[in-house]
């Protein structure tokens, strides 16, 4: 199995103050940021030029009491998620978070490589807006 065809589909903030990184990125990036609606989180989306580009969320207690400390995440997109993270752990990686399921959105598990680099696994939830960009779309490279 080889995900070498894959390609970054989304990217989340984890921070310690939603507020602060918010108002960073608006006024230093020029997104604007709005909730993403998801009931018992805080969660923001931001966007580029009317296009959803990335995503912020509080960085969990847990994660922060392990060390861990503000940082982005890429989600590279995949066909199966199960698969593919038993795969990154054959190969030498981690699985951090197991797969499981977004209502509505897809599925994900969170992986690190075998030098401990964490990205995520996604697949989206037929229906689900969340595909991976075309080339010259805001917030995405060629």
Known sequence: MSISS????????????????EDFYRHV??????????????NTLFSADGADVAGSMALPQGACDAGAGPAWMG??????????A???AKA?????????????????AIVADPHGA????????SGSERR???PD??????
């Open 6 to 21: 894959c390609s970054f589909v989304w990217y989340e903030l984890m921070t310690t103050d939603a507020r602060v990184a």
């Open 92 to 108: 030498g990686g981690s699985v951090h978070r197991p797969p499981m399921d977004i209502p509505d959105i897809g599925r994900f």
């Open 29 to 42: 990036v020029g997104w604007s940021a709005r909730d993403a609606g998801m009931p018992g989180m805080s």
């Open 86 to 88: 038993a795969h990154v």
């Open 75 to 84: 989600y590279v997109g995949v066909e199966d998620v199960d698969a593919t």
């Open 118 to 125: 964490s990205f995520a696994l996604f697949k989206a939830a």
């Open 137 to 142: 779309t805001p917030g995405h490279g060629r």
């Open 132 to 134: 991976p960009a075309a």
